[in-house]
């Protein structure tokens, strides 16, 4: 008889993905500057660890915030009893001006409307389980976080179906891209409910530009389908450039209270922006009454602790405060961001252009044995165990083209990301050798053959003719 699920049989979790091998990988031995100095250096993880001390100097200077406090009188028994799943009136209203100041106070955000949620993967899945049966597609560009096929499909039932995009324009969506990708699920006799983005990119740590969320929008206008923007990176961005949200879009063309606004759905954390996964903030913002009605009750299932959201509405109350926070976060992420990449060229290894995120999408193309993704995780594999390094092949991330590696830079201090580098240039000039010292022993070798076969050749030819002249 069978005893349990098929959830739990299945390995639709994803777990055995590249992606998450690294991880187990560098588990087993982690870098240490002092206790493990040979160990493996964790790039694949998508942290932002670069401005702690902005936040610890708050909490020093706001005791009562993180002392559960108000006015310097306790609140512990407040917030310890039961809170219900709509969460703190006064933390959503603080979340919603944050994402506001994120995007220029361009945009509003009504705090009825926000749906707090444990972090983003419980955001994400959320929304499909409102807006997709089993077995209904939602269409994803390529490459894309090798998580969401855990968190879209394992436990929803809902299906990937990829939207291919290409290194020849920078992996930006098409909108013949788009339409390949909807006739492949008709294809696959697959419903298609809509199309999810993050914005800015994870991998490839671009924002989309005006042409791809105007194109997002006409499509899913056309299609009468639904539109998930995922931008947890959203305050990463540094540069001269300013995040552009598909909220402006919608304002842009005039559709913030029209019906496909309601099919326009933002997911949100502070994992990435404020570096804190470990608090499980996350967020769903929608124009549907319904959705929204719908994702409270789900949140049930994964909520915001109360006094979480005390500490935090404190400090995002603090507007000198985020605006400073946000400033020097973006400038110190610009910094370590131009201390990878220099370190890459150093190496003779590039990576695409991007401005935004916790990572940089690596071109390790050249160094492949063959353009296939069997080379790929060859490669793959010689860096987690031989150079010592855990970053995640495109593979994993669906990328359609062998050869690309998404490498994190946040996670570190200045000293761990100059070893890394340090490591794999080593590993680059070692495999270079070898392919010239390979490449002049095979010329050494054809050119042995020829001389071989001009002196066969000679040979013959010579006593061929001695008899003639006899």
């Not at 909807?182 to 991998?203: E, F, M, R, W």
């Not at 959203?234 to 450039?241: H, L, P, R, Y």
Request: aromatic share 10%; proline share 3%.
């Amino acid at each position: 008889m069978k005893q349990l699920s098929t959830k739990v049989t299945s390995n639709a979790h994803g777990q055995d993905s590249s992606y998450f091998l690294g991880w187990e990988e560098y588990e087993k031995n982690p870098y240490n500057e002092i206790k493990n100095p040979n160990g493996i250096i964790q790039m694949g993880l998508a942290e932002n660890q670069l401005c702690f001390d902005l936040i610890e100097t708050w909490l020093a200077k706001n005791p009562d915030a993180a002392g559960l406090k108000k006015d310097g009188q306790s609140i512990f028994k407040e917030l310890a009893l039961f809170q219900d799943y709509h969460g703190l009136p006064e933390f959503k209203k603080a979340l919603a001006e944050f994402m506001e100041e994120i995007r220029g106070n361009r945009v509003t955000f009504d705090p009825s409307k926000i749906v707090l949620a444990a972090g983003s993967t419980s955001a994400n899945e959320t929304l499909m389980f409102c807006l997709a049966e089993p077995g209904d597609a939602f269409l994803l560009p390529t490459p894309y976080y090798p998580g969401f096929d855990r968190d879209l499909k394992w436990r929803t039932g809902a299906e990937i179906v990829p939207i291919h995009c290409s290194s020849s324009n920078g992996f930006q969506i098409t909108e013949s891209a788009l339409q390949q990708a909807y006739q492949q699920a008709q294809k696959l006799d697959l419903k298609v409910k809509g199309v999810l983005v993050t914005n800015p990119s994870n991998p490839l740590g671009t924002m989309l530009t005006r042409r791809e969320l105007n194109l997002l929008v006409d499509f899913i206008s056309s299609k009468n389908i639904h539109l998930i923007s995922d931008e947890i990176y959203s305050g990463t961005v540094f540069g001269f450039e300013q995040f552009v949200s598909v909220m402006d879009v919608l304002k842009d063309k005039n559709l913030e209270n029209s019906e496909v606004s309601k099919r326009v759905h933002v997911v949100y954390s502070l994992s990435k922006d404020l570096g804190l996964p470990g608090f499980r903030v996350g967020a769903i913002y929608s124009n549907d009454e319904m959705v929204v009605s719908a994702a409270t009750k789900m949140s049930s299932f994964g909520l915001v602790s109360s006094q979480t959201q005390y500490l935090l509405s404190a400090l995002l109350s603090d507007k000198k405060f985020t605006s400073t926070y946000l400033n020097e976060n973006q400038k110190r992420l610009k910094i370590r961001q131009k201390q990878l990449v220099s370190g890459l060229e150093a190496a003779g290894v590039t990576c695409l252009k991007s401005n935004a995120g916790l990572f940089c999408w690596v071109d390790m193309r050249h160094l492949l044995d063959t353009n296939t993704f069997e080379a790929e995780l060859e490669l793959w594999k010689k860096i987690v165990y031989e150079v010592k390094l855990n970053i995640s092949p495109g593979s994993s991330c669906h990328c359609t083209e062998p050869g690309w590696f998404r490498v994190c830079f946040a996670n570190m201090s200045e000293d761990t990301l100059d070893l890394a580098m340090k490591r794999l240039k080593e590993y680059v000039e070692s495999t270079d050798s070898r392919r010239v010292i390979s490449k002049s022993s095979h010329e050494r070798i054809k050119s042995l053959r020829k001389r071989t076969v001009s002196n066969w050749v000679f040979r013959v030819s010579w006593t061929d003719r001695v008899p003639d002249e006899r």
